[in-house]
């Protein structure tokens, strides 16, 4: 690495930056595919079977909601430039072509139903508001500001808010800020822990992330000891789903992510694979450490067997969007020049002038649901006298979530319930 460090500056060569981006969304197409076929199979215990792989996997990459939702975002950010707000965000987002679950879909709905960020992710309107879904699309935002860690926390506080609060929020500024950490240091221990820094200590998203480098600092060759000692205090915190075995919540998730990352010992592939075996939603969390690793070590450290595809498809678009993997990089590099410069660095050359910011969170602490646990949920079956009018459908969307649920197409669409 040519990086070099002193006092508030960090400066880094174009290439570097160049082969970091590359890396980062590469890692990110690998990652969701290497874990996309486990998603949700191993629930509240280890994915202990084969993990296959072949280059060609990538491709089904392109299909993925866990990256055409950013790109989503990114290309608002590009669109609207200097007048972007997370009110012109949310609203893009609302009404992309793309169907959503979970705390995405609920914030559709309420954008839809006139809620304004920052409401719409908040408790009072949404049960989801600790879901995965932020975590799952915050890359991006670490992505474009490379040791700038505060703007990246900035942006994340508010863009997180049109789908998430509290843990969920934090889930998000969490993995934004190791991807922003990650251009500046290879120490995965120290990203993962100063990562921190941009969250609320006594949330207990940091209290669960924290739980897990404790047991690997006590033991660090034996993933599954934290992988127990995590499920077992945080498994049943999962408000939104507590009738599934299925758990989406931000925490629990984003542990299995720092499991991967710690245990995975800087190895790109055991990364991976330690992220996928933790179960869950093993393609999101697969992807969000491969990422980390991505830009640490850069595109072309990425073993051959997973990225030897991806050149064939570089151009092709990601579904719902119109980027391809090359234009996601090159908008990228571009969003990073422009933070540059616009938060007290300079560009000169074929060197970047980065002032360097070290996370620190300023805001207070929220939480979603404290003391909260649901008593009872009503399901939709044939049993219920529910008397639906108009066009309603029945909602599945791919093999990963299997929630079964309808949805009103038609502004008129009622329900009447006896």
Same mark, same amino acid.
């Given at each position: 690495s040519c990086s070099i460090s002193k006092g508030k500056y960090f400066k880094v060569s174009k290439s570097e930056i160049e082969d970091k981006v590359a890396g980062a969304w590469a890692a990110k197409m690998i990652g969701v595919m290497y874990g996309r076929e486990m998603e949700f199979k191993a629930l509240g215990e280890t994915y202990d079977d084969v993990i296959p792989w072949t280059p060609q996997l990538i491709e089904k990459a392109l299909l993925e909601d866990d990256i055409y939702g950013q790109l989503s975002f990114m290309n608002s950010l590009v669109k609207h430039g200097d007048a972007a707000t997370t009110y012109l965000l949310a609203q893009d987002f609302a009404n992309a072509s793309f169907p959503l679950c979970h705390a995405n879909l609920q914030a559709r709905k309420n954008i839809f139903d006139g809620v304004k960020p920052p409401f719409t992710g908040s408790p009072e309107y949404s049960m989801h508001a600790d879901d995965i879904d932020f975590q799952i699309e915050s890359d991006f935002i670490g992505f474009i500001h490379p040791a700038m860690s505060q703007e990246a926390n900035a942006m994340a506080d508010s863009i997180g808010r049109i789908m998430a609060y509290g843990d969920g929020l934090y889930g998000g500024m969490y993995v934004a800020a190791m991807h922003s950490l990650a251009y500046k240091e290879n120490n995965v221990l120290k990203i993962v822990t100063q990562a921190l820094h941009a969250i609320p200590a006594k949330s207990s998203y940091a209290?669960?992330?924290?739980? @897990?480098?404790?047991?690997?600092?006590? %033991?660090?060759?034996?993933?599954?000891?934290?992988? $127990? *000692?995590?499920?077992?205090?945080?498994?049943?915190? %999962?408000?939104? @789903?507590?009738? #599934?075995? *299925? =758990?989406?919540? &931000?925490?629990? =998730?984003?542990?299995?992510?720092?499991?991967?990352?710690?245990?995975? #010992?800087? %190895? *790109?592939?055991?990364?991976?694979?330690? &992220? @996928?075996?933790?179960?869950?939603?093993? %393609?999101? =969390?697969?992807? =969000?450490?491969? $990422? @980390?690793?991505?830009?640490? #070590?850069?595109?072309e450290s990425i073993p051959l067997i997973f990225k030897s595809h991806l050149p064939a498809i570089a151009d092709n678009f990601f579904l719902h969007t119109e980027y391809s993997y090359n234009k996601a990089v090159e908008e990228t590099i571009k969003l990073i020049e422009k933070n540059i410069v616009a938060h007290g660095g300079s560009i000169k050359d074929n060197d970047y002038y980065i002032k360097i910011q070290k996370p620190t969170f300023k805001g207070q602490l929220e939480q979603s649901y404290p003391n909260k646990i649901m008593s009872h949920q009503i399901r939709m079956s044939e049993n219920n006298n529910w008397d639906l009018r108009g066009n309603w459908k029945a909602f599945i969307y791919g093999d990963g979530d299997p929630d079964l649920y309808k949805v009103a197409h038609s502004p008129n669409d009622s329900l009447i319930l006896d």
């Open positions: 209290q669960c992330i924290q739980d @897990v480098i404790d047991c690997y600092k006590k %033991d660090p060759n034996d993933w599954k000891k934290a992988w $127990a *000692f995590v499920q077992d205090k945080w498994a049943e915190h %999962d408000i939104c @789903v507590p009738y #599934h075995d *299925f =758990n989406i919540d &931000a925490k629990l =998730n984003g542990a299995y992510i720092v499991i991967g990352l710690l245990y995975g #010992h800087n %190895d *790109f592939q055991k990364t991976m694979e330690i &992220a @996928v075996r933790c179960g869950q939603d093993t %393609d999101c =969390n697969s992807a =969000n450490a491969a $990422a @980390v690793l991505g830009i640490i #070590h850069g595109y």
